[in-house]
């Protein structure tokens, strides 16, 4: 079975310790931690139902196509990115209907870029969140097409409600399209396959997975930003510097601490097969610094992305609970 928690907690982190200068904790067992649960377990439902209306819409019943979509993108997962868009847009006053319109897209874009990468001619992996990739399902065609699908339903769905402005649609696009262009995800992800069994420096390494895996996460940030703009686009302004230097310091910890764990964990727990990096030889953060060095340089950029929060204005920074335990549960988790 697949873990429906959104966010899980791990070993990885310490759970009875703030995160220097004063950070959110990471204990379950607190009052904040208790509410962010309730809060991340009812928009993960949110997520579901989002999806169960929107992928696979249109298409004739039983029709391989959308089955391979629905596939996945309903499979589960951690909903990090809508997450964010929801956490950001609701600190800030955004309208929740152009809330649910990013927070989907941003996870119709991920799940697309995560059937590409489990493909024979990119990472070639046969597990994905406990359960057989999408390729090794549907077949790699359906794969193929299932994942150019699920991007373009990503655009639809930013376009297709007629209560968003023009220019919020606008700028949500850019703001998607930009993170999962060839300056983002898919550049980042060349950079990967041509550095395999190369050695990269800290500079480069950053560079790469602040693409591959840094742009979109921001783009969901930046997305929740854009939607309160819509409201008060005095306070957005003020808040965007902040919530960018946040968003960029946890995309970077995500991907530290991806690669922590596959090299310190199995594969069931992870619910992908583990060892993959240093079996294909890809340049990571544990490749280059080792498992504890790589740890601690995870929490720094925490603690970089909890002091931009801290830099945000009233009234703003009164409400970023949120933002602070999503950060804190990306070194926490356990897949």
């Not at 989907?104 to 991920?110: R, S, Y």
Request: proline share 4%; charged share 20%; net charge negative.
């Amino acid at each position: 079975m697949v873990n429906s928690n959104p966010m899980p907690t791990s070993a990885l982190a310490t759970t009875d310790a703030p995160a220097s200068g004063g950070g959110a904790e990471t204990s379950r067992a607190t009052p904040a931690g208790a509410d962010f649960d309730a809060w991340a377990a009812q928009r993960a439902q949110r997520a579901r139902e989002l999806i169960e209306r929107h992928v696979g819409a249109g298409l004739a019943p039983g029709a391989s196509l959308g089955e391979a979509m629905h596939y996945a993108a309903a499979l589960g997962g951690k909903r990090m990115r809508p997450l964010l868009v929801w956490a950001t847009g609701e600190c800030l006053g955004a309208d929740p209907a152009a809330l649910d319109a990013a927070a989907l897209a941003t996870e119709l874009v991920h799940a697309y870029s995560l059937v590409h990468d489990d493909l024979p001619c990119m990472d070639n992996d046969v597990l994905r969140r406990g359960m057989p990739t999408v390729h090794v399902r549907f077949g790699e065609a359906m794969a193929l097409l299932a994942g150019d699908a699920l991007q373009t339903r990503a655009f639809e769905v930013l376009t297709g409600d007629a209560a968003l402005a023009p220019a919020l649609q606008a700028r949500l696009c850019g703001l998607l399209a930009g993170a999962a262009g060839a300056a983002g995800m898919a550049g980042g992800q060349a950079t990967d396959l041509l550095a395999t069994g190369q050695r990269l420096d800290l500079d480069a390494l950053r560079d790469m997975h602040a693409r591959k895996t840094g742009a979109l996460l921001r783009a969901s940030v930046l997305m929740g930003v854009a939607c309160a703009a819509e409201r008060d686009a005095e306070l957005a302004a003020r808040c965007e510097p902040a919530l960018r230097t946040y968003a960029e310091n946890i995309g970077l910890a995500f991907q530290v601490v991806d690669d922590v764990l596959d090299a310190s964990m199995d594969s069931a727990t992870l619910g992908k097969t583990a060892g993959k990096d240093a079996e294909q030889g890809k340049a990571t953060f544990v490749s280059l610094l080792g498992v504890e060095p790589a740890r601690q340089y995870a929490q720094r950029l925490l603690d970089q992305a909890l002091e931009a929060l801290r830099r945000l204005p009233p009234p703003a920074q009164q409400r970023t609970q949120r933002l602070a335990e999503l950060a804190c549960r990306v070194l926490a988790r356990s897949h």
